[in-house]
């Protein structure tokens, strides 16, 4: 299978504790994008990077959160001193050629108690 | 502001009858379009896409319309079959000014198909 992988699937951490979740692309994809996505909603674009630049950040990722994509290839996001308000789904998704098509990966479901 | 709204939360179909679910946008900005099913605890899969210079995009049993004038598209799967019950979210995305493709997302339609 050769479709976008992430890791851990599950989360559960306490409040202020430190997570970080990982995402592998399509291998030949440039582009990878992170959404999260809260119950009742559909997902929200995090950030965006082509091969290891880091385009684009959302307003909705505070200083708390930081992203990397070193040499292009997998991608980490982590999350500091954790929130409640953090509980979601984060999900990952790449494009390659055509560039308009995101493929997701299953996600990764965090709570924070 | 939701600059996509998918209005109706779910719908009900019989097996073997066509499913519609619509999607509406306001942002003209919006230059390419797509459909993503999704199952819960799985992240959502791609469906079928149009571009904003076709009106219609088909692809077995799903076809895709766009109607750029009302800002409206629909995704219309016949015959309807039990494994297509999930959740179908319309995305929306341009590329100018530095826009990168990002998605857009309705808040879902959940699709039910009845044996």
């Known amino acids: 299978d050769t479709g976008v992988s992430q890791n851990p699937r599950h989360k559960i951490t306490k409040r202020g504790q430190n997570v970080t979740f990982r995402c592998d692309p399509i291998?030949?994809?440039?582009?990878l994008y992170w959404y999260r996505q809260t119950l009742g909603q559909g997902p929200e674009f995090l950030t965006y990077f082509q091969n290891e630049a880091q385009l684009e950040k959302s307003r909705l990722l505070s200083d708390r959160f930081s992203a990397e994509r070193p040499k292009g290839s997998f991608s980490t996001l982590e999350i500091q001193r954790t929130e409640q308000g953090d509980s979601a789904m984060y999900l990952c998704?790449?494009?390659?050629?055509?560039?308009?098509?995101?493929?997701f990966g299953p996600g990764t479901r965090l709570l924070v108690l | 502001d939701q600059q996509v709204k998918q209005n109706s939360p779910s719908l009900s179909v019989q097996e073997g009858r066509i499913s519609i679910l619509n999607c509406d946008y306001t942002n003209s900005m919006f230059d390419y379009f797509l459909w993503y099913k999704k199952y819960p605890a799985e992240g959502p899969t791609f469906l079928i896409s149009?571009?904003?210079?076709?009106d219609k995009n088909e692809d077995g049993r799903f076809t895709v319309f766009l109607n750029k004038s009302a800002k409206h598209l629909s995704l219309h799967i016949v015959p309807s079959q039990p494994g297509d019950s999930a959740v179908y979210f319309c995305?929306?995305?341009?590329?100018?000014?530095?826009?990168?493709?990002?998605?857009?997302f309705g808040k879902g339609t959940l699709l039910t198909v009845n044996p």
């Open positions: 998704a790449s494009s390659g050629r055509p560039q308009e098509t995101q493929y």
């Open positions: 995305a929306a995305s341009f590329k100018a000014g530095g826009s990168n493709y990002k998605l857009t």
């Open positions: 149009i571009s904003s210079i076709k």
């Open positions: 291998s030949e994809h440039n582009r």
